[in-house]
């Protein structure tokens, strides 16, 4: 029996057999490492594996729970995922090496080549950015053109009810060796999706231009997104009075309780750039940067409280209008040398992010709507009466930061160690409606070291053991809390983990073990609110571990999978919460992607996806464990010498009805949607 795990190079890049997930990952600032070699814990989702479970219905982050320690919350209009139990609401998601310059919307995926799922913390890895990472960090590489050919394709999709999407993707290389490249993405998506009364506009395009030499190499992105969603599906808060000993069970999941005046519109705009310089044959010097704007000019918001145990709910509306800039900027220097058999590879940078927030100038709330989780009869809710308000930035903060890593490799290549120090100064101010300076609310610093080890015994296996750390600025307080727009104060996570990581064949395994802390945040009732507050209290602890495996099962069948087992608890002041289970964190996790390629020109694909059991209103009332499955069927054809691949996919196949939660809040499950694409090489 052969033990060489067959690898398979696809436009210059490394994969492992069955091309779901890459042989090497971008980490960080420490650049493309060797999957057995990394002491960081990473997993890259390849183009192939985005392409093939993207669900119509959940965008991206169903993609991304392909990974074991990625679980998707929130509704079905975003993508939200916990990593390791600990939120990320789509502000954390690197693009390009950029932190920051997301948003909490659905993702654009057309223009994403692969996806690197950095697990664990790390500022001084993954830069200065502004936003919770504490369980790790998605980090979105573009597509770019390919060097061996030119893309041209155009595509369109159709999903259940009538929503359909166009798109283009146009690539080539130019000039002397094909050193310039482009690449262009753009779609159009319009229509009533899957769930009721949610109708959906969204345009985007991304354009990313590269260039690379023997000297050099840069890239540019931009990309820019706008999207106007009427009666988005929105979760509801399990109220602090509910009534009942158990949660309603989990309606159909077309069922939409929002009226269709519940609307935003937003447009996000994206630009990164990527440069490194080669100064001699063991020094480069590299910057990257980075901008980002998105503005929710106007908002209507439904946000609902579940009451009882038979589904009614209660409502409230408000014009949170929405305003954020990041801008961030690093500057560096890599290089190698030797001291005796020792190989070091070091990066030293400085970097900063400049945080721009704000709402609303007049926020309004109006109540009094009241509805059935079976029955909402939302077409005979009123609009409210308030008027729209502009935002504006009330809130400034500059993270600054520097780094400094050693990756050392022992001259027979078995000892790889990574040393690291990060420094992050955070300082916060406030702004008044008129653009004048209120006060200072904030001044911090810290300083987070990393380290790593890995050996290998022989090709086939290796452990790991890492200690990592991340210290960022507090999260931004949701408008379902009475302090919304405020900001939480900076807090430091730590973790610690081992693994081992081996090869059976053409498969490839990965077992790890970890241990999480933060500071923790929770839900504080106050008389005379109607709004609980969100309060720092006391540290959260998540200990775990995983099981991941990827590779070719048996001759045309090729197959992803893993799954999670986390312990996570709170230690707080509160009796209420102390020693609890954080709200909609659930202790298990599974699933499992398997395509059946019959030949070059057919295929099945087939995905289950499982969710274990949680808790809301801390373990005063269980939400159940669920199981999905998704099926569909791809096929190269052509159409007059016209090269066209059909898709035919069903996400949820058996309609299953259940609670997604985050936190104290319950989604709808997304339902049973098919989607039908046509591809075409023009």
């Not at 595509?155 to 060796?177: N, P, V, W």
């Not at 959260?540 to 045309?556: M, S």
């Not at 996919?649 to 949607?673: E, I, Q």
Request: glycine share 10%.
């Amino acid at each position: 029996m052969s033990f060489n795990l067959a690898e398979i190079v696809v436009h210059g890049q490394r994969y492992i057999a069955g091309e779901f997930v890459r042989a090497t990952s971008n980490v960080g600032i420490l650049g493309e490492q060797d999957a057995m070699k990394s002491p960081i814990s990473t997993t890259t989702i390849s183009e192939k594996a985005v392409g093939s479970f993207l669900s119509s219905t959940e965008g991206l982050s169903k993609t991304l729970s392909l990974v074991p320690s990625v679980v998707k919350t929130y509704d079905a209009a975003v993508d939200c995922v916990s990593i390791r139990g600990f939120a990320d609401d789509g502000r954390g998601f690197v693009i390009n090496g950029i932190p920051g310059m997301q948003a909490m919307t659905r993702q654009s995926s057309n223009y994403i080549e692969s996806v690197d799922v950095i697990e664990g913390p790390a500022t001084g890895i993954n830069g200065s950015g502004m936003a919770n990472r504490s369980g790790g960090t998605i980090s979105i590489n573009s597509k770019k053109a390919l060097m061996d050919e030119d893309t041209r394709k155009i595509g369109i999709k159709y999903h259940s009810k009538g929503a359909h999407e166009e798109y283009i993707d146009f690539g080539t290389r130019l000039g002397e060796d094909k050193s310039y490249g482009v690449r262009i993405n753009a779609s159009n998506t319009n229509g009533e999706r899957s769930i009721e009364n949610w109708n959906l506009k969204q345009k985007n395009i991304y354009i990313n231009l590269d260039q690379e030499t023997t000297n050099s190499k840069t890239n540019f992105m931009f990309g820019y997104t706008d999207t106007d969603s009427s009666g988005r599906p929105y979760g509801l808060t399990v109220s602090s009075k509910f009534v009942g000993n158990a949660l309603p069970s989990a309606p159909d999941g077309k069922i939409n309780t929002n009226p269709t005046w519940r609307r935003d519109k937003n447009t996000n705009l994206v630009m990164t750039l990527n440069h490194e310089q080669k100064i001699n044959d063991h020094l480069k010097a590299f910057l990257n940067a980075g901008h980002f704007k998105q503005d929710w000019y106007y908002y209507v918001g439904f946000d609902k409280t579940l009451l009882n145990e038979a589904g009614d709910y209660s409502a409230v509306s408000d014009n949170y209008s929405l305003l954020e800039k990041r801008d961030y900027a690093q500057i560096g220097l890599k290089g190698d040398f030797k001291t005796g058999d020792l190989k070091h590879e070091w990066v030293a940078g400085v970097d900063r992010m400049w945080h721009y927030y704000g709402g609303p100038s007049g926020f309004k709330e109006e109540s009094g709507w009241t509805g059935n989780i079976y029955h909402p009869n939302t077409d005979s809710f009123a609009p409210p009466t308030f008027a729209q308000s502009d935002a504006y930035y009330g809130t400034h903060a500059r993270i600054s930061g520097w780094s400094v890593m050693d990756s050392i490799t022992t001259g027979n290549e078995k000892l790889n160690i990574l040393v690291g120090l990060n420094g992050k100064s955070i300082a916060k101010d406030s702004y008044r409606p008129n653009g004048s300076h209120n006060k200072q609310t904030g001044d911090y610093y810290d300083v987070s070291p990393s380290f790593g080890i890995n050996y290998t015994f022989d090709p086939r296996v290796a452990v790991y053991a890492n200690h990592t750390e991340e210290f960022v600025e507090g999260g931004i307080v949701g408008s379902k809390y009475q302090n919304h727009g405020t900001t939480l104060d900076p807090y430091k996570t730590k973790q610690n983990e081992i693994g081992v990581k081996f090869k059976t064949g053409d498969f490839f395994h990965k077992v790890s073990y970890f241990d999480i802390k933060k500071a923790n945040a929770v839900d504080v009732t106050k008389p005379g609110f109607t709004k609980p507050f969100l309060l720092a209290d006391g540290e959260a602890r998540h200990k775990g571990f995983e099981y991941t495996a990827t590779g070719t099962l048996a001759e045309k069948w090729n197959l992803i999978g893993g799954f999670m087992h986390l312990n996570a608890k709170q230690k707080t002041t509160s009796a209420a919460t102390n020693g609890k289970r954080p709200n909609g964190v659930p202790e298990w996790s599974a699933n499992l992607g398997v395509e059946y390629k019959a030949n070059d020109d057919f295929s099945v694909l087939m995905r289950g996806n499982y969710v274990g059991s949680s808790f809301v209103r801390n373990e005063q009332y269980g939400v159940p464990s669920y199981f999905t499955l998704d099926a569909g069927v791809n096929y190269k054809t052509s159409l007059n010498s016209t090269p066209v691949t059909l898709r035919a996919m069903c996400y949820n196949v058996t309609d299953k009805k259940y609670w997604a939660p985050s936190g104290n809040t319950l989604h709808f499950g997304g339902p049973r949607t098919f989607m039908l694409s046509a591809e075409f090489d023009i």
